[in-house]
RNA sequence: CGCGGGAUAGAGCAGCCCGGUAGCUCGUCAGGCUCAUAACCUGGAGGUCAUUGGUUCAAAUCCAAUUCCCGCAA
């Protein structure tokens, strides 16, 4: 088939490359988002997926709103769309452009997570398993008929970042059979279930602030999660931020104190934190400025009280 | 030219403003102590202070340029 593939970001790269590889389908064109100022010095940066469909010789097409753009992905005449990790909305003009629609991957089992973070949301929600989806798309948020799921056990070591790299690896699978399925009118249709659907908006940093008065296991499955994206951080006494990449719950923690107190702090202790509920002890941390480092790395430089507070401003 | 921090022993940091013997915590090595320990005590090794140039009697420290690293913001 002749394919139209729509992506900005980094999961949906071994799906591209798969669609590259196929040789029974042929992709037509890239749509990916403009080059944005992005890094130190606000260089403007090209997606990977446009870095790779510019080797693999393919048209590129960065169009700032895409729902003006319909006349220009025609003349492409693809068959069917393949939609990932796209970053913008698509009207029901652009929808409609490809002779079979559009198909969405999406790294949740839908309805659960519909959404921009559906990854971390899965983690956060200590869900069993997540997976991918792929969907026929409509005018709503990831709310498409869908063709078929492919699911994945979620294990106590997947951080986002690992969970992200193996959702991406299963997709290209998925996305192949439900374009066989398709291209060989064998494709079904099951509409989700709204009743059970849930949301998920944008992360930003602020999402990944310590809340010392959870639990210590809600708190190290949040730092699993956003690791690397968007990070977890807290507050040092002076106020100062201090990002937090890696914890670990306490087992057999004793009654503590107020949450957000350091209960021990030295390179030979670690760093043990009391939360609302057991002892955190955070593992690898980075300070403004500095390198990531071992928090028993970072203690051997940086005085920190027992007894200080961690996060001030919140948990106050 | 988006804003900012940093480079000093194997690791993490101080010293720099106010030039003059290289310092702390940890690790490491040797010895000691203890029923025992992520325990404690004693002693040792380990550094062209990122690079290059300049100022100076004298530069980790002041000045200039370069390289590399990181935080914020996007």
């Given amino acids: 088939m002749r394919i139209l593939f729509i992506g900005t970001g980094d999961i949906g790269l071994p799906a591209f490359n798969a669609l590259l590889a196929a040789t029974q389908h042929h992709v037509v064109g890239v749509v990916t988002q403009p080059d944005r100022p992005a890094g130190r010095g606000n260089k403007l940066t090209a997606s990977a997926i446009k870095q790779r469909a510019l080797e693999a010789g393919i048209e590129v097409h960065q169009p700032l709103k895409i729902r003006n753009y319909v006349e220009a992905l025609q003349a492409l005449q693809p068959d069917i769309a393949v939609v990932i990790a796209y970053g913008q909305i698509l009207s029901k003009a652009v929808l409609e452009v490809p002779r079979l629609g559009c198909l969405n991957v999406h790294a949740s089992l839908l309805p659960l997570h519909r959404g921009a973070a559906p990854i971390q949301a899965a983690m956060l929600a200590n869900n069993a398993e997540t997976g991918v989806t792929i969907m026929h798309m409509d005018e709503g948020l990831d ?9 994945l056990l979620l294990r106590p070591d997947h951080t986002g970042g690992l969970l992200h790299d193996e959702l991406a690896a299963l997709a290209p699978t998925s996305l192949l059979e439900a374009l066989d399925l398709i291209a060989a009118g064998k494709a079904t249709r099951t509409p989700q279930d709204n009743t059970n659907a849930t949301h998920v908006g944008k992360l930003t940093r602020e999402h990944g602030r310590l809340d010392w008065t959870r639990s210590a296991v809600e708190l190290e499955r949040l ?15 002076e106020g100062a931020v201090l990002k937090v990449h890696t914890a670990r719950v306490v087992p057999d923690a004793e009654v503590c104190p107020v949450a957000g107190t350091v209960v021990a702090a030295s390179p030979k202790q670690g760093l043990l934190v009391a939360t609302g509920h057991g002892i955190l002890e955070i593992t690898e941390v980075q300070a403004e400025g500095r390198k990531r480092l071992p928090a028993r790395d970072f203690l051997a430089g940086h005085s920190l009280e027992v007894g200080a507070r961690l996060g001030g401003e919140k948990t106050a």
């Fill in 143 to 151: 709310t498409g008929d869908v063709v078929l799921m492919d699911r």
């Fill in 223 to 237: 730092v699993r999660a956003y690791n690397p994206w968007p990070g977890t951080f807290t507050t040092l006494p």
